[in-house]
């Protein structure tokens, strides 16, 4: 599910929900019979479509009882991916990555925040089917159903065990585009949504699309960038989870500066596939011979935890239960030099 404009475990992805798929181009339209596909690949080919097409669209975004309108477009060309993800209301904000180089335009701080980010890792991204999926979910069509005049398949994604959250997504028949996106605590209510008010599948899109709107006069512009021998894995130690929620495994290890911290943090990545779990760790700031005190905090769908271990603070964030980021900062420890090339 998504997290617009706000860091956690995956930086800025977001699922989307097209509500306006009707405005695509003829040559989208598929016949009025489709073959037959599972459960799995109707997600398979909804994660095709939002990674490979050239879109821009507006969307709501539901959390907690506050809605926020964003755009977001993406484009493929030459094999390099060009996205930009914005506020619509009063923040501003704005999010613009072409291939491994992201910007972050913050005009409330007054300031641009450039780092570098795996190719791969979109501002537009949804959770993808593994081979460990059917072990830790249940994924059902439950029904068909027009929405917005489209046919859609109705896709539940039910977590067997109390360490993630459920999905329900109406994917469109012909275009294999989600209509809409829920997320689901474990009694089933929705504590996410997104809507579409409006999309254009194009197949061209032009470099002026992917320049801020704002004016970034008198801006600070900061590089959050590790040193390049900790990019590589040369940190004098490396964190690793003693044990992990079933499922999960680390996917990301790396040492990023972040803005107001004087020295690297290490920064881990835990996920199942479809859930995702952050985790920093940092020298912890609190004076010497002061207990450390564990700090929880729920927002909307993300759960956060915070703990020391070895005078270091650790702190986990991600868009799974309380219990699932409590688990995973507990369980990390200093395993020594870190393995080169990690």
Known sequence: MPRPLRSSGRLFS???????????????????????????????????ALTTRNYDGTFSHWQGGRVEMLRIIHRVQDGVVAERLASLDGSGREFIRTGSSLAC????????????????????????????????????????????????????????????????????????MPLKSQ???????????IVFASLTLSARIPDSAFRPEISTEGFRWLRNDAPPQLQHGAAATAWSAMNLPPG???????????????????????????????VFVERDPAPAGQPPVPESATVGSSSAFSTV??????????EVPPATVRFIASQLKAQGAAPSGH
């Not at 977001?14 to 799995?40: H, I, M, Q, R, Y």
């Open 309 to 318: 271990v070895d005078g270091h603070k650790i702190t986990a964030v991600g």
């Open 105 to 176: 335009y913050l005009p409330d701080r007054r300031t641009v925040l450039v780092e570098e980010r795996p190719p791969d890792e979109s501002l537009v991204s949804f959770p993808t089917v593994n081979d460990q999926t059917a072990t830790f979910y249940d994924i059902r069509e439950v029904g068909h159903t027009r929405l917005n005049r489209r046919e859609t398949h109705v896709i539940t994604v039910s977590p067997k065990d109390e360490y993630r959250y459920g999905y329900r997504l109406w994917i469109d028949d012909s275009t294999a």
């Open 183 to 193: 997320l689901a605590d474990a009694h089933g209510q929705v504590i996410e949504q």
């Open 248 to 278: 999960f495994r680390m996917t990301v290890r790396s040492a990023q500066l972040l803005p107001g911290s004087p020295v690297p943090v290490d920064h881990l990545v835990f996920t199942d596939g479809f859930a995702s779990v952050s």
């Open 14 to 48: 977001l699922a989307l929900v097209w509500a306006a798929a009707g405005t695509a181009a003829p040559a989208e339209l598929a016949p009025k019979s489709s073959p037959e596909f599972a459960p799995a690949q109707w997600l398979e080919r909804m994660d095709h």
